[in-house]
């Protein structure tokens, strides 16, 4: 249910910046991008992902899939894109990175190892927060404390 109305969020959010772009949209041709509320990713990183680029011209149906593109990457949690006569701008805000991962109180499962298969799954120092992924090894950690009899494990993140 939680994802279902991310998801609905997610769409209304969309439709809501597509309208604005719709009601003041005409067709321009990108003199310049400017990439407003970046903080660890670099703006080149943005470019790279970003499906326009200068002197090409946009469409006013375009720019749901230019939100859509930048969605994909996995780094933002929003994506807001206006136009100042001929500049494309694009307003992200990133989703949080991990700083440290820390495992008290196990005694059970090899900690080296729990680490090497949370950074396989995704769930590393330094990379994108992802709260599905943490919710995903929880559950899996629980699967496998249970197999192991032990039913009164209580995991906190």
């Given at each position: ?100 991962i ?11 190892q ?19 992924v ?6 899996e ?12 494990v209580?995991?906190?993140?």
């Open positions: 249910m939680k994802k279902f109305l991310k998801y609905i969020r997610s769409l209304l959010l969309l439709s809501v910046v597509v309208a604005s772009l719709l009601a003041s949209a005409e067709p321009f041709v990108v003199q310049d991008i400017r990439v407003e509320g970046l903080q660890r990713i670099s703006a080149g990183t943005v470019f790279n992902y970003l499906p326009v680029r200068i002197g090409q011209q946009i469409q006013p149906e375009e720019t749901a899939a230019i939100i859509r593109e930048l969605y994909k990457t996995g780094f933002f949690k929003d994506v807001r894109l206006e136009r100042e006569d001929d500049v494309l701008i694009i307003f992200v805000q990133e989703r949080p990175a991990i700083a440290q820390g495992i008290t109180g196990n005694k059970t499962l090899d900690t080296e729990l680490l090497a298969g949370l950074k396989d799954i995704g769930l590393a120092e330094g990379r994108t927060f992802d709260r599905s943490l919710e995903r090894i929880e559950q950690l629980e699967r496998q404390y249970f197999n192991q009899g032990k039913y009164a209580r995991l906190t993140s």
